[in-house]
């Protein structure tokens, strides 16, 4: 099993939750100290574990993660994509460098990924893949043109590669979207707002996303939509557009983004920043701070941030059973 952006968020509580049932994990993201401290919540279920640093928008660093994962395991039976980049900010005021690399990390990341576990599944004969899109690949919102232009391209390319890979027995691929979660996605994005960027309300634990991506792994479909929001927000770009197109500028500025300064910063688009990373972000279910932290100082430029301390991560309990399991007894111990 191989895990991108299993350092923080949704790939965190994925590495967790996958463990818990038996998968040996392959753990990837930027950030080896961060994926240290993953590894260990990990292991502490009995399981396998290895750790590959590697940056999905390179594509001969995703090629040699999953070299390095076949061979140390044989095989990869499944592979779960979650690594993303955030920026908030106009159009015109996000900076060309910054707006690439969160199109390179979330589009030309996904593909990368893509390219090489069904390379992988063809060899093999067969593998389970789980790519995450996300509610803004289905609507447009302002000052998140990046993300979301990035996510937009996300779904088609999975559309295209689950139409394609009808071709190829034993390949099964998933596509989760996710509205809004507790992520440290928010703090960490690179920001040229103002404004410091948040979930709108309501706002989901990753751990629920974790368990959309298992029940995908053993139960494959074209798509997961996570949210109670998401289908009315869809209906309503997709039949009222111009009432949409009205609302949607002062809701985002709203629900979207605070009333917390901050100084334009490059987040952890650019260069990861462990420090920041974490299973949960700071926001409540309804969109109210859990963890008062300062926003960024005049002096913190090229992004650097004071986060504060991120939410505890509960201790791991080891499996009941030896043989723990997705959906069915044969879970166990797979890579």
Not at 55 to 65: E, I, Q, R, S, Y
Not at 71 to 94: L, M, Q
Not at 129 to 146: N, Q, R, Y
Request: hydrophobic letters at 40%; proline letters at 9%.
């Amino acid at each position: 099993m191989v895990i991108t952006g299993a350092s923080s968020g949704i790939g965190r509580s994925t590495a967790r939750a996958l463990s818990g049932q038996g998968w040996n994990v392959v753990l990837a993201s930027r950030s080896a100290v961060a994926l240290a401290a993953v590894e260990l919540e990990c292991a502490a279920f009995g399981i396998e574990t290895l750790v590959v640093p590697t940056n999905v928008g390179d594509g001969k660093a995703v090629d040699a993660l999953f070299d390095t994962a076949a061979a140390r395991f044989g095989r990869i039976d499944a592979v779960v994509n979650t690594a993303a980049a955030v920026a908030y900010g106009r159009f015109e005021d996000v900076p060309a460098e910054i707006y690439d690399r969160v199109i390179t990390t979330n589009l030309l990341g996904t593909a990368n990924v893509a390219r090489a576990a069904l390379r992988q599944f063809r060899v093999q004969g067969g593998g389970d893949m789980v790519l995450t899109g996300s509610l803004l690949g289905k609507i447009a919102v302002p000052f998140m043109s990046p993300y979301v232009t990035s996510k937009w391209g996300v779904h088609a390319l999975v559309r295209m590669i689950q139409i394609e890979a009808r071709e190829t027995p034993g390949v099964h691929v998933t596509l989760i979207s996710p509205g809004s979660v507790n992520t440290p996605a928010y703090s960490q994005a690179a920001n040229y707002t103002s404004r410091e960027g948040r979930p709108p309300p309501p706002i989901d634990p990753p751990e629920k996303v974790a368990r959309a991506i298992v029940k995908s792994l053993a139960a494959p479909r074209r798509e997961r939509s996570v949210g109670l929001a998401n289908p009315f927000v869809v209906l309503g770009f997709r039949l009222l557009p111009a009432v949409y197109d009205v609302a949607v500028g002062p809701l985002m500025k709203l629900g979207g983004l605070s009333r917390r300064p901050l100084h334009d910063h490059a987040g952890s688009v650019l260069e990861p920043k462990p420090e920041g990373e974490a299973e949960h972000g700071f926001w409540g279910r309804f969109g109210r701070r859990t963890v008062q932290t300062e926003a960024v100082s005049p002096a913190d430029d090229h992004g650097s941030t004071s986060l504060g301390t991120p939410k505890p991560q509960p201790t791991p309990t080891p499996p009941k059973s030896a043989h723990p399991t997705l959906e069915q007894p044969a879970a166990a111990g797979r890579p």
